[in-house]
C-alpha cells in the first residue's frame, strides 16, 4: 500500500465500515471454490492484516467456511465483509471493499487448480493449493 497508514471501507449498502492501519501483512487473490462461489466471481482478492490493525463498525454475521475459517458478511446487503482464522492471528479483508482503487496489488495466488483457463498465468507466484511458506 501507499504512503497512508489508515485505509478505510466498508460494504455495498454502508451498513458496515471499517479501518486499517499500518501495513497489511500479504495481499493474495484467492481461486478455491468457496471464494469463487461467496465473491460471485471468478477469484477473492484479500489484504491480510494483524487482527489487531483492523476495527469493524456495524453488526456481521458469521458461517463457517473451513476448518478453521470464519467469514462474515453484512446482513444488509450480503456484502463480505471480513475473513478470521481460529488457528492464525490475522484477517483478510476483501481488496474491493477499500474506499480507494490502486492501493495494493496482489503479491500471489492461491488455489490455482481452480483458476479459470481464461485468466493470465505467471503474473505472480501460483499456488496449486495453499501457500507452503
Known sequence: ??????????????????????????VGMCHCMTCRRVH???????VIFDRNAVSFAGRTQAWRSSQAGRRHFCPVCGSVAFMTYADRDEIDVPLGAFDETGLVEPAY???CKHKEPWLPRGARPEYDEERTC
Not at 471499517?18 to 500479504?26: D, E, V, Y
Not at 460471485?40 to 484479500?46: T, W
Open 109 to 111: 495466488e492461491l488455489w
Open 40 to 46: 460471485g466471481s471468478a477469484f477473492g482478492a484479500y
Open 1 to 26: 500500500m501507499n504512503e497512508q497508514t489508515t485505509y478505510e471501507g466498508g460494504c455495498a449498502c454502508g451498513a458496515v465500515r471499517f479501518r486499517a492501519t499500518g501495513a497489511p501483512i500479504r
